[in-house]
Protein backbone atom coordinates (compact mmCIF):
# COMPACT_ATOMS: atom_id res chain seq x y z
CA UNK A 1 0.00 0.00 0.00
CA UNK A 2 1.63 3.42 -0.83
CA UNK A 3 1.69 6.12 1.62
CA UNK A 4 -0.75 8.96 2.19
CA UNK A 5 0.10 11.70 0.66
CA UNK A 6 0.95 14.72 2.11
CA UNK A 7 -1.32 17.88 2.31
CA UNK A 8 -0.98 19.67 -0.81
CA UNK A 9 1.16 22.75 0.14
CA UNK A 10 0.11 25.11 -3.22
CA UNK A 11 -1.18 28.14 -2.99
CA UNK A 12 -3.83 27.64 -5.65
CA UNK A 13 -5.96 24.26 -6.08
CA UNK A 14 -9.41 25.11 -7.23
CA UNK A 15 -8.66 24.96 -11.07
CA UNK A 16 -10.27 22.68 -14.02
CA UNK A 17 -7.44 20.04 -14.38
CA UNK A 18 -5.45 21.32 -17.08
CA UNK A 19 -4.64 24.80 -15.18
CA UNK A 20 -4.31 22.33 -11.94
CA UNK A 21 -1.67 20.62 -13.66
CA UNK A 22 0.07 23.68 -14.86
CA UNK A 23 -0.11 25.29 -11.05
CA UNK A 24 2.00 22.02 -9.80
CA UNK A 25 4.85 24.81 -10.26
CA UNK A 26 4.68 28.15 -8.18
CA UNK A 27 6.61 30.92 -6.54
CA UNK A 28 6.33 32.25 -3.23
CA UNK A 29 8.73 34.08 -0.32
CA UNK A 30 10.38 31.37 -0.03
CA UNK A 31 11.53 30.57 -3.96
CA UNK A 32 9.83 27.85 -6.66
CA UNK A 33 8.13 25.31 -6.09
CA UNK A 34 7.58 22.13 -8.34
CA UNK A 35 4.76 19.60 -6.68
CA UNK A 36 6.13 17.47 -9.54
CA UNK A 37 9.78 16.81 -8.37
CA UNK A 38 8.93 14.36 -6.65
CA UNK A 39 7.21 10.79 -7.07
CA UNK A 40 5.27 12.19 -3.40
CA UNK A 41 4.50 15.37 -4.85
CA UNK A 42 2.58 13.43 -7.56
CA UNK A 43 0.64 10.86 -5.15
CA UNK A 44 -0.45 14.52 -3.50
CA UNK A 45 -1.66 15.46 -6.98
CA UNK A 46 -3.01 12.17 -7.45
CA UNK A 47 -4.77 12.70 -4.00
CA UNK A 48 -6.17 15.98 -5.20
CA UNK A 49 -10.11 15.68 -5.24
CA UNK A 50 -10.01 17.43 -8.83
CA UNK A 51 -7.69 15.03 -9.64
CA UNK A 52 -9.45 12.06 -8.44
CA UNK A 53 -13.17 13.36 -9.76
CA UNK A 54 -11.43 13.12 -13.35
CA UNK A 55 -9.63 9.84 -12.97
CA UNK A 56 -13.03 8.01 -11.79
CA UNK A 57 -12.56 4.47 -10.88
CA UNK A 58 -9.24 3.80 -12.99
CA UNK A 59 -6.31 2.66 -10.39
CA UNK A 60 -3.20 5.36 -11.69
CA UNK A 61 0.10 4.11 -10.31
CA UNK A 62 1.90 6.84 -8.77
CA UNK A 63 5.41 5.46 -10.67
CA UNK A 64 7.81 7.49 -13.55
CA UNK A 65 6.15 6.89 -15.87
CA UNK A 66 2.83 8.54 -15.17
CA UNK A 67 5.35 11.16 -14.13
CA UNK A 68 6.88 11.92 -17.02
CA UNK A 69 4.11 11.31 -19.09
CA UNK A 70 2.24 14.45 -16.66
CA UNK A 71 5.49 16.32 -17.36
CA UNK A 72 5.05 15.70 -20.67
CA UNK A 73 1.48 17.18 -20.77
CA UNK A 74 2.03 20.05 -18.25
CA UNK A 75 5.40 20.96 -20.89
CA UNK A 76 2.45 21.14 -24.13
CA UNK A 77 0.07 22.93 -21.77
CA UNK A 78 2.88 25.62 -21.19
CA UNK A 79 3.35 26.11 -24.57
CA UNK A 80 -0.56 26.01 -25.88
CA UNK A 81 -1.40 28.61 -22.80
CA UNK A 82 1.11 31.06 -24.04
CA UNK A 83 -1.94 31.71 -26.58
CA UNK A 84 -4.81 30.05 -25.99
CA UNK A 85 -7.14 31.76 -29.04
CA UNK A 86 -3.77 30.89 -31.39
CA UNK A 87 -1.48 28.05 -30.03
CA UNK A 88 1.44 27.69 -32.75
CA UNK A 89 2.37 24.75 -34.44
CA UNK A 90 4.50 23.14 -31.79
CA UNK A 91 1.80 23.69 -29.32
CA UNK A 92 -0.33 21.77 -31.45
CA UNK A 93 1.70 19.45 -32.23
CA UNK A 94 2.72 18.71 -28.51
CA UNK A 95 -0.48 19.16 -27.18
CA UNK A 96 -1.96 16.40 -29.78
CA UNK A 97 1.25 14.35 -29.00
CA UNK A 98 -0.40 13.74 -25.52
CA UNK A 99 -4.09 13.12 -26.85
CA UNK A 100 -2.55 10.41 -29.00
CA UNK A 101 -2.70 8.09 -26.06
CA UNK A 102 -6.20 8.68 -25.32
CA UNK A 103 -9.81 8.63 -27.05
CA UNK A 104 -13.36 9.39 -25.89
CA UNK A 105 -15.93 6.38 -26.89
CA UNK A 106 -19.56 6.70 -27.17
CA UNK A 107 -21.99 3.65 -26.57
CA UNK A 108 -25.43 2.77 -25.59
CA UNK A 109 -26.24 1.15 -22.36
CA UNK A 110 -29.80 -0.42 -21.24
CA UNK A 111 -29.93 2.88 -19.31
CA UNK A 112 -29.30 5.38 -22.06
CA UNK A 113 -26.01 6.68 -23.81
CA UNK A 114 -22.73 6.59 -22.35
CA UNK A 115 -19.23 7.77 -22.69
CA UNK A 116 -15.98 5.98 -21.83
CA UNK A 117 -12.48 7.02 -21.97
CA UNK A 118 -9.61 4.43 -23.49
CA UNK A 119 -5.84 5.76 -23.42
CA UNK A 120 -2.93 3.69 -24.15
CA UNK A 121 -1.83 2.91 -20.20
CA UNK A 122 -3.54 3.87 -16.91
CA UNK A 123 -0.21 6.01 -16.48
CA UNK A 124 -1.56 7.99 -19.43
CA UNK A 125 -4.80 8.87 -18.22
CA UNK A 126 -4.00 11.76 -15.88
CA UNK A 127 -2.56 13.28 -18.71
CA UNK A 128 -4.90 13.00 -20.72
CA UNK A 129 -7.49 13.89 -19.26
CA UNK A 130 -5.48 17.22 -18.79
CA UNK A 131 -5.11 18.15 -22.13
CA UNK A 132 -8.65 16.70 -23.04
CA UNK A 133 -9.48 19.28 -20.29
CA UNK A 134 -7.94 22.00 -22.34
CA UNK A 135 -9.79 21.11 -25.34
CA UNK A 136 -13.08 21.79 -22.99
CA UNK A 137 -12.15 25.41 -21.70
CA UNK A 138 -10.96 26.02 -25.46
CA UNK A 139 -14.40 25.36 -26.76
CA UNK A 140 -16.22 27.24 -24.21
CA UNK A 141 -14.27 30.79 -23.35
CA UNK A 142 -10.76 30.91 -24.24
CA UNK A 143 -10.17 34.34 -23.36
CA UNK A 144 -10.66 33.24 -20.04
CA UNK A 145 -7.62 31.20 -19.75
CA UNK A 146 -5.45 33.79 -18.22
CA UNK A 147 -2.33 34.14 -16.50
CA UNK A 148 -2.23 35.94 -12.93
CA UNK A 149 -1.89 39.64 -12.97
CA UNK A 150 1.29 39.60 -10.90
CA UNK A 151 4.26 39.20 -13.15
CA UNK A 152 6.05 37.63 -10.86
CA UNK A 153 3.65 34.95 -10.51
CA UNK A 154 3.71 31.81 -12.73
CA UNK A 155 0.15 30.71 -11.70
CA UNK A 156 -2.72 30.41 -14.20
CA UNK A 157 -6.70 30.81 -13.91
CA UNK A 158 -10.20 29.92 -15.40
CA UNK A 159 -11.72 33.17 -15.22
CA UNK A 160 -15.89 32.21 -13.98
CA UNK A 161 -16.17 35.89 -12.15
CA UNK A 162 -19.42 36.97 -13.74
CA UNK A 163 -17.81 39.98 -15.73
CA UNK A 164 -14.73 37.90 -17.13
CA UNK A 165 -12.29 41.14 -15.51
CA UNK A 166 -10.68 38.84 -12.46
CA UNK A 167 -6.68 39.74 -12.76
CA UNK A 168 -5.23 37.47 -9.61
CA UNK A 169 -4.41 34.03 -9.08
CA UNK A 170 -6.09 35.14 -5.86
CA UNK A 171 -7.07 38.13 -4.09
CA UNK A 172 -5.19 37.28 -0.50
CA UNK A 173 -2.52 37.13 -2.77
CA UNK A 174 -1.10 38.18 -5.22
CA UNK A 175 -4.66 40.95 -5.34
CA UNK A 176 -3.22 41.85 -2.17
CA UNK A 177 0.13 42.60 -2.84
CA UNK A 178 -0.84 44.89 -5.55
CA UNK A 179 -3.35 46.89 -3.73
CA UNK A 180 -0.68 47.21 -1.17
CA UNK A 181 2.10 48.81 -4.01
CA UNK A 182 -0.70 50.65 -5.08
CA UNK A 183 -1.60 52.33 -1.64
CA UNK A 184 1.69 52.75 -0.34
CA UNK A 185 2.77 54.40 -4.17
CA UNK A 186 0.07 56.73 -3.15
CA UNK A 187 1.08 57.49 0.57
CA UNK A 188 4.58 58.10 -0.57
CA UNK A 189 3.42 60.83 -3.49
CA UNK A 190 1.70 62.82 -0.51
Not at 158 to 171: A, E, H, I, L, P
Request: glycine fraction near 6%; charged fraction near 30%.
Amino acid sequence: MPPTPGPDPRPLTDEPLCIDLLNTRWIDATGRHDLLDSLDGLRTWLAGPRVSRSLGDTAVPADEDTLERLLQARSALDQAIADPQRPDAEAIDALNAVLAHGRRGHLLRSDGPDTFVEVDTPSWLPAWRAAEDYLRLLAERPERIRACGNPECILHFYDVSKNGTRRWCSMAGCGNRAKAQRHYARQKKT
